[in-house]
């Protein structure tokens, strides 16, 4: 299975032109800069044309207008994932999105431990403590979150939130992919990932 993986496009997603062949194209969250429904609709309506066979999305900090929303009306391939999954193909795909009234409370934290323990990709916005997460000075990433993934070993942990950390790492389990488009002024800087699962 081919996936494309963008992340942090922050309103710039129009901008994507011939984007690569995949199966699976995979969007871990900050699609919106300011957070409006507006923009929201605008990335779905964009995201939902897009000619792969699935497409997934999950939200990031900046998405904060689909806190608690009940998305309905998408087209069959095109999956929400809210900490939920779905399975394609065979492969099983979790998606864990990062909202504030969740990230400010203990809510976060319970959200990483009831990763199944059978995702083959999990899909965040936060990366891991230590892993595509370092950006002036500081480790962003989240450490229950790594010692679950450490727990389940994923093949594949698509995120992104740090713009200045794009790129892949591979480990002996997991392949890691920040893939943040845009730069910290909101650039469009970076090509879209693609990985053979």
Not at 29 to 53: H, Q, R, S
Not at 142 to 167: A, T, W
Request: include cysteine; hydrophobic fraction near 40%; proline fraction near 4%.
């Amino acid at each position: 299975m081919k996936i494309l993986h963008l992340s942090d496009t922050h309103g710039c997603h129009r901008q994507l032109k011939k984007l690569p062949e995949a199966d699976v194209v995979v969007h871990s969250g900050d699609f919106c800069m300011v957070g409006t429904e507006a923009e929201a609709i605008d990335f779905l309506n964009w995201f939902c044309d897009l000619p792969y066979k699935h497409k997934i999305f999950i939200c990031g900090n900046h998405d904060d207008c689909l806190y608690g929303a009940n998305i309905a009306g998408l087209d069959e391939n095109v999956h929400y994932l809210c900490n939920s999954g779905i399975e394609i193909d065979g492969i099983r795909f979790y998606g864990v999105p990062m909202f504030m009234g969740d990230c400010i409370t203990e809510r976060q934290v319970k959200n990483y431990a009831d990763i199944p323990n059978d995702v083959d990709v999990l899909i965040t916005h936060v990366p891991l403590f230590d892993i595509l997460d370092f950006d002036n000075g500081i480790n962003y990433g989240s450490k229950e979150l790594l010692q679950r993934v450490l727990d389940i070993k994923p093949k594949l942990h698509l995120f992104g939130h740090i713009h200045n950390n794009y790129g892949l790492i591979h480990s002996q389990y997991t392949v890691f992919s920040n893939a943040a488009l845009v730069d910290d002024d909101y650039r469009l800087v970076n090509k879209p990932v693609v990985i053979e699962l």
